[in-house]
C-alpha cells in the first residue's frame, strides 16, 4: 500500500508595523532569525499589515529632530530614547543612522507602497518593506518623496511608472486605512505586532528565540488539536 504524502505544517504571521518604528526593522530581523530556525520544520506565510505611529504628520514631513525633542522632552530625552535602540540595531547588523533623518513624514504612502509589492508575492513585498526601513534608518531618506517611494518599489519588482501613477492618486488609500482601524479595534496599540494564525499576538520586537518558540507551540497545538483548529 502506497502511504499518502505528509503534509507539511504551516502557520501564517501578520506583521503589525509601520517604516518609521526603528522596533519594527530590529524586529524584522529577528523573525528573519526565528523563521530560519524552523524553515525545516514548517512554513510561513508572512504578511505586512499598516499601523501608523502619527498619522498627523503632513506628507512631505516636518524636522525629525525638532519632532523628536517635542516627543521626549529635549535634547536628552531623544538621545536616551534612541541608545536602547542603537544597541538592539548592532546586535540585528542594523546601522541607525538617526543623524543623518532630517524629515518625519506622514507613512501612508509607504504603506500604500507595500500592498502594491504585495500583490507580486511575499518575497516582493519583503523586499519593499526592507528597502523602506534601509532608506529611512541607515541612509536618512524622507518616506514623504515619491521617488524615495518609487525607488523602493522598483527594488520590490514593480515598475517606476505604475508605481509614479498610483502615487498620484488615491489608489487602495481607502484599503489601507481600514486596515490600520482592524488593527486598533483588535486591541493593537503598539508595534511591532506579530498576530500569528488571527489568534496568537507577540508585541514587540521579541528575540528570535522567542517567536521561534511561539511558532512551534501553535504548530503542536495545531497538530494536537485539528478538529479545534479547523472549527476556529
Known sequence: MTS????????TIDIVSDVMCPWC?????????????????????????????????PKQGTDRKHYMEAKFGGPEGAERAYAPVRAAGAEENITFN?????????????????????????DAQDAAVEALFKAYFEDGRNLGDDAVLIEA??????????????????????????????????GVTGVPCFIIDMKYALVGAQPAEALADAMRKIVAEKASHPEGVAGS
Not at 4 to 11: E, F, R
Not at 41 to 48: K, Q
Not at 156 to 166: I, K, M, P, S
Open 4 to 11: 499518502s504524502p505528509t503534509q507539511v505544517p504551516s502557520l
Open 153 to 186: 518599489g522598483v527594488t520590490a519588482g514593480l515598475e517606476a511608472d505604475v508605481v509614479e501613477r498610483l502615487l498620484s492618486g488615491d489608489a487602495d488609500r481607502d484599503a489601507v486605512t481600514a486596515e490600520i482601524d482592524q488593527a486598533k479595534q483588535m
Open 98 to 122: 538617526f543623524d543623518r533623518i532630517e524629515v518625519s513624514a506622514n507613512t501612508l504612502d509607504a504603506h500604500r507602497l507595500i500592498r502594491w509589492a504585495g500583490a507580486l508575492g511575499p
Open 25 to 57: 526593522y530590529i524586529g524584522k530581523k529577528r523573525l528573519e532569525a526565528a523563521l530560519a530556525e524552523v524553515a525545516s520544520e514548517f512554513a510561513v506565510d508572512v504578511h505586512w499589515r499598516p499601523y501608523q505611529l502619527d498619522p498627523n504628520l
